[in-house]
C-alpha cells in the first residue's frame, strides 16, 4: 500500500516549456487534490477532482490544467511555465468517511521554472 | 469561506520549555481541524486531528490540540519541546464538502533553542 505517489520529485524547466506532474493513490479515494506550497502562503488548492471525470477550480487554477482519467490517477499540467510558477506542488487524495474526512499526502514535486 | 489564521509567523523556544502555537478558524458549522508538521525539503506528517467529540485531542511525537467553539481556536501544544521539533507547523480546516478541499494557515516556524 504505497498510499500517494508523485513523479518527479524534482524538475527544472525553462520559461515557456511544458510538462506533467503524476499523482497515483491506492486507497480507492474519489476526491483528489492539487495544490502549491510557496514560502509564507501556506499550501493553496489549485485544482480538485470528486471523481473520474470531474474536474473544479481551486483558488490559484491559472496556468494550469489537470485529467482525471481515472479513479487512481490525477495529473497536473503546466502548458507553457512560468518563473511564478516556481514552488512544490503536493497532490492529495481524501478519505470521506462522514464525519471523517482526511487528506493523504504526497511527497511533493519540487519544481524550478528559470 | 472558511479561512485560517496563524497569528504567529516564527516562535522560538528553549528546549524543555512548553509550546503552544496558535490557530484560529472562520467557518460557518464545526469543521474538521488539523495540524500538519513539515521539516525542511520534507513533505507533510499529520499530527493529529479533531472530528467531533472530545475537544482535546492527543496527537504523535508528544503533541496535544484543545478545540474550543466560543473562540474559534484550536491551539496546538507541547509541554517539553526537543530540537528536533524545529520545524513549520501549519494549521488546516476542511469544511466537509470536499470542493474547497484543505485551507492552511500560512505556518508558524519554530526555532529551538539549546
Known amino acids: 500500500n504505497a498510499g500517494v505517489t508523485q513523479t518527479p520529485k524534482f524538475q527544472v524547466l525553462k520559461t515557456g516549456q511544458s510538462m506533467t506532474l503524476q499523482c497515483a493513490q491506492d486507497m480507492n479515494h474519489n476526491s483528489m487534490y492539487w495544490y502549491r506550497q510557496d514560502p509564507g502562503m501556506g499550501l493553496r488548492l489549485i485544482y480538485y477532482s470528486a471523481s473520474e471525470g470531474t474536474t473544479d477550480k481551486g483558488e490559484v487554477p491559472n496556468g494550469y490544467n489537470v485529467s482525471r482519467l481515472n479513479k487512481r490517477e490525477f495529473s497536473l499540467r503546466l502548458e507553457s511555465a512560468a518563473p511564478s510558477q516556481t514552488s512544490v506542488y503536493f497532490c492529495?487524495?481524501?478519505?470521506?468517511?462522514?464525519?471523517?474526512?482526511?487528506?493523504?499526502f504526497g511527497p511533493g514535486t519540487r519544481l524550478t521554472v528559470t | 469561506a472558511q479561512s485560517v489564521t496563524q497569528p504567529d509567523i516564527h516562535i522560538t523556544v528553549s528546549e524543555g520549555a512548553s509550546l503552544e502555537l496558535r490557530c484560529n478558524y472562520s467557518?460557518?458549522?464545526?469543521?474538521?481541524l488539523f495540524w500538519y508538521v513539515q521539516s525542511p525539503g520534507q513533505g507533510l506528517q499529520l499530527l493529529l486531528k479533531?472530528?467531533?467529540?472530545?475537544?482535546l485531542v492527543q496527537g504523535i511525537k508528544g503533541f496535544e490540540a484543545e478545540f474550543k467553539r466560543s473562540q474559534s481556536s484550536f491551539n496546538l501544544r507541547k509541554p517539553s519541546v526537543h530540537w528536533s521539533d524545529a520545524a513549520e507547523y501549519f494549521c488546516?480546516?476542511?469544511?466537509?464538502?470536499?470542493?474547497?478541499?484543505?485551507?492552511f494557515g500560512k505556518g508558524t516556524h519554530l526555532i529551538i533553542q539549546p
Open positions: 488546516a480546516v476542511d469544511g466537509g464538502g470536499g470542493a474547497d478541499g484543505l485551507t
Open positions: 467557518y460557518g458549522a464545526t469543521p474538521y
Open positions: 492529495a487524495s481524501r478519505l470521506e468517511i462522514a464525519g471523517a474526512y482526511e487528506q493523504y
Open positions: 479533531y472530528f467531533s467529540g472530545d475537544t
